[in-house]
């Protein structure tokens, strides 16, 4: 997947500069649309998406400041990075406020530019994998709070008070039912079985929670949210 990126400049030389004379394959990104101003920017976003704007801090009707100060409003965790022909420290401050990506001045913008948007793909490389960390997390958590309940409703040994506290069991109620299953048809196994009270536990909660243990006692717990 290529990482979308808009240029915005209303200087042509600078702007066709920025789309034809960088090498955008060898950084995994594609450019999907130029902008003259920061308020084309904002309409292209209305309906398209894009993961880096590239923009000018002088832009008529818009500036690349403004624009940051919107885009951080409406479209969180998108990456920016400045071009400007200024060297002030203050617009750099500016736009580190808004949590630009870097600050590039025009002069530097053949060998700097590239920097600075391998600086944005590595953050969005990094972001994905820690939210892919948190996935991980929970599903683990989701598991332990499985493990805990049913060590708690077959008398297993634990520390149940701090346990049921640890792993956020304690801010609700729960209904328990226990089902005694005789294998009669060889056709119900042990899942179809668990399939069959998730029905069950539908009907009376759009979310349920079901634990079990490998023996022919069957556990059904569901929350009351």
Same mark, same amino acid.
């Given at each position: ?55 000018? *801090?002088?832009? $008529? ?19 920016? *990075? ?31 530019? $590239? ?28 598991? *332990? ?15 149940? $008070? ?30 179809? *079985? ?21 023996? $022919? ?9």
């Amino acid at each position: 997947m290529k990482y979308k990126v808009i240029v915005a400049d209303d200087e042509d030389v600078i702007r066709k500069g920025i789309v034809y004379l960088i090498d955008w394959d060898k950084l995994n990104c594609e450019i999907v649309q130029e902008c003259t101003d920061g308020l084309q920017v904002l309409k292209y976003l209305e309906k398209n998406t894009a993961d880096i704007v590239i923009t000018d *801090i002088k832009m $008529p009707k818009l500036s690349g400041i403004e624009l940051m100060e919107e885009i951080d409003k409406k479209h969180k965790g998108l990456k920016m *990075i400045l071009v400007t022909a200024y060297t002030d420290f203050e617009f750099a401050r500016k736009a580190l406020r808004y949590g630009a990506v870097d600050f590039v001045v025009k002069n530097d913008i053949i060998t700097d530019l $590239p920097k600075a948007v391998k600086k944005a793909v590595w953050q969005y490389e990094t972001e994905k994998k820690e939210r892919e960390k948190e996935q991980i997390s929970e599903r683990e958590y989701q598991n *332990i709070q499985g493990y805990v309940l049913e060590s708690l409703l077959l008398s297993k040994a634990l520390n149940a $008070p701090e346990d049921i506290e640890r792993y956020g069991l304690n801010d609700r109620s729960y209904c328990v039912c226990s089902c005694e299953v005789a294998l009669l048809d060889k056709k119900w196994d042990l899942q179809a *079985i668990v399939q069959m009270l998730k029905k069950f536990s539908r009907y009376y909660r759009k979310q349920a929670r079901l634990s079990y243990c490998q023996c $022919p006692l069957l556990w059904y717990v569901a929350d009351y949210q």
